[in-house]
């Protein structure tokens, strides 16, 4: 219950957030005993009980909060049950058989069901707690005409027919003229008699006109509501006697999620008998009703207000008391640049740039981003104290019907910090950034899923979301990067030829990033410095840097107007797997570039040649000639060496020729 307690709570921490319409289009947080719905038709009334007009919701507007029932609430099948308020027009419309209408076939015994228990509803609630507004729908919804109103204002299209009444028109076939308004705000396959009506009372000397955001309409609700509960026993969560829960809210993830956290079985099947002898659920685990539409409502919101969505799996991280907290799921760029505009971003990553360009053995100082994520860190944990709770959870269905805790986490505030900060310390290396710049810091799952997997439409939601799900427990509990995202971030960084070059850059930079986390914390080696490391002599790295010099020196030679892979790029999978029987080849097929630099760069050329030597110089000559294939550690000796070949370049370099070298070099290292 530890989930639910947490969710209860917080909601009662942020009562004050209830009906506020949050910015970016989230999901508020709910009234109890209220759900949403996307209205298509907007009815206003006078304090007569008169019809005064009708109009077309645009979809971007249609979001309403609706009453509910438990039954209602989370409504599905062939008889779903009305909501008390705001519904569908088989339901509010008491002329809806009159015109053809046709009611979901669970009622198709009797078709004024649906009408007569939505007025039963409007009467028990105006008999318990009585408010003027929803006095005055009742009063109209007992006239019987809404369909005839909405015609009469064009808002219901009718098809033609000579006894003078027609039809709901289901379908427009004339391709020559624009369709009735209310088909576009209907969802595909929906026709204008499943239009859902929401409702507006004009009252003289009243401001709030609209049902669905007045506070007053919610509590003479939840108040009735609550007198209609009739079994009561103890709640599990807060240890009193309350009256249960016997259904549960569902529209957790989305407006048209119908799996549940808490859902009971029907009585017609066997998959409780032997253990219970009650379908409802209670004997196993009694919530009271308050406690669950708190919790539910919490969950929602927080997943529509922060959390990430793939496909069916939901991830969301929230403070217990509503406070900001830094995303576990974002990248260190996305954290250090949270609430930034765009131009103030482009500004950190020219700075990020420059200093890229300067630093040779101090990478991890001076770095724009990663000192703007420790800012922004060091405010969260200044905000948060050490001992408020921190809760992680993750959610996905295999089926429709009810939904699975993937993971859950609950951590003082401190902790949860404190294992943020080593991800983003321990997985940070120079990362590509789409905008053509690099950045040091720490990759996000998103990102790992596309070097892993592939960009686009090669990476699904079912891949992201697995791997958002393995990545977890890594970034939350620290546990291992699986083996199998590392070595395939290595084999697709390997098959260069096979990428976009902006592609291969950003696969590039995780790979070395995941490498050098897997092997800290697998093995408990000495951390891989992201700046070169000449006196490290293991084959692999050694191996790697011989083929950064290859390609550097490669691209240096070729003119402005060559724009194609060297032969580094394109040999560089086979270099990985066979490197002393490839590098020859691949020394050879250099000859003609080395020629051409010691025509046009000598200074330049023999710079190379020093380095190559010094590089060789260091193989133990069992390691040198050995063919066996190349760990990931290859990547970081290529990566780090053809970084420190660049910055060389742009600092020592001086002469006008070395100067328009070094140029071409940067742009290189850009794209």
Request: proline content about 5%; hydrophobic content about 35%.
């Amino acid at each position: 219950m530890n989930l639910i307690e947490s969710l209860y709570h917080t909601y009662n921490n942020c009562v004050s957030h209830v009906g506020v319409e949050e910015e970016g289009g989230s999901d508020t947080l709910l009234p109890l005993s209220h759900t949403t719905q996307n209205a298509n038709i907007e009815v206003t009334l006078d304090h007569q009980s008169n019809f005064v007009s009708a109009k077309i919701i645009p979809k971007r507007q249609q979001k309403t909060i609706v009453p509910c029932t438990e039954q209602s609430g989370g409504r599905a099948g062939s008889k779903p049950t009305s909501h008390p308020l705001c519904d569908k027009l088989q339901y509010l419309a008491g002329d809806f058989l009159e015109y053809g209408g046709c009611v979901t076939s669970g009622y198709a015994a009797n078709p004024s069901e649906p009408h007569t228990d939505y007025l039963n509803l409007l009467d028990k609630w105006q008999n318990s707690h009585p408010h003027p507004k929803v006095k005055i729908v009742h009063e109209y919804v007992k006239k019987a005409r809404l369909i005839r109103d909405l015609v009469l204002h064009k808002i219901i299209p009718l098809t033609h027919s000579d006894s003078g009444i027609g039809n709901f028109l289901d379908e427009w076939n004339d391709k020559e003229s624009e369709p009735p308004e209310v088909f576009a705000s209907l969802p595909a396959t929906s026709t204008p008699q499943e239009s859902f009506i929401r409702w507006r009372v004009t009252i003289p000397g009243d401001p709030s006109s609209n049902l669905w955001e007045d506070p007053s309409v919610w509590e003479s609700w939840s108040e009735h509501y609550k007198t209609t509960q009739e079994i009561t026993g103890l709640c599990y969560v807060t240890g009193k006697n309350q009256p249960l829960a016997i259904q549960h809210p569902a529209k957790l993830r989305h407006a048209a999620d119908k799996a549940k956290l808490i859902s009971s079985n029907d009585g017609s099947g066997f998959t409780f008998r032997g253990r219970f002898t009650d379908p409802s659920g209670i004997e196993a685990a009694s919530v009271s009703f308050d406690v669950t539409q708190k919790a539910h409502n919490a969950l929602r919101w927080l997943i529509s207000k922060q959390g990430t969505r793939l496909g069916e799996q939901a991830v969301v991280a929230w403070s217990l008391n509503n406070q900001e907290i830094p995303n576990p799921l974002d990248s260190s760029l996305e954290l250090a640049t949270v609430q930034l505009e765009e131009d103030d971003i482009d500004a950190l990553l020219e700075q990020e740039h420059k200093a890229r360009i300067a630093f040779i053995d101090q990478i991890n100082t001076g770095q724009s981003i990663a000192l703007a994520l420790k800012q922004k860190l060091l405010g969260y944990r200044k905000a948060l104290g050490d001992t408020n709770k921190i809760l992680v959870l993750s959610l996905d269905s295999a089926t429709p019907g009810r939904m699975a805790i993937t993971y859950f986490r609950e951590l003082t505030a401190s902790e949860f910090m404190d294992r943020i900060e080593k991800w983003h310390d321990s997985t940070s290396w120079l990362l590509y950034h789409n905008k053509g710049r690099k950045y040091l810091g720490a990759p996000s799952p998103h990102e790992i899923a596309q070097a892993a997997y592939g960009f686009g439409s090669r990476l699904d939601d079912k891949l992201k979301s697995a791997t958002y799900r393995r990545l977890l427990p890594c970034i939350i509990d620290a546990r291992p990067i699986p083996d199998d995202l590392v070595i395939s971030c290595i084999q697709r960084a390997s098959a260069r030829i096979s990428h976009e070059d902006w592609e291969w850059e950003k696969i590039l930079g995780i790979a070395c990033a995941l490498y050098r986390k897997q092997q800290f914390q697998k093995n408990n080696k000495t951390n891989y410095t992201m700046s070169l490391d000449p006196e490290r002599n293991t084959r692999s790295y050694l191996y790697g840097r011989l083929l950064a010099v290859a390609d550097v020196l490669e691209q240096a030679a070729l003119a402005r107007d060559e724009n194609r892979p060297t032969n580094a790029a394109r040999m560089m999978q086979r270099y990985s797997s066979r490197p002393f029987d490839t590098w020859p080849i691949l020394y050879q097929r250099l000859e003609p570039y080395i020629r051409r630099l010691k025509s046009n760069k000598p200074g330049l050329l023999h710079r190379y040649q020093i380095e190559l030597d010094a590089i060789k110089d260091l193989f133990h000559p069992e390691d040198f000639i050995n063919d066996n294939k190349l760990d990931g550690e290859y990547l970081l000796g290529y990566h780090c060496q053809r970084s420190a070949l660049y910055t060389k370049n742009s600092k020592d370099l001086n002469t006008e020729e070395t100067d328009t070298n070094t140029d071409e070099h940067q742009d290189e290292s850009s794209n």
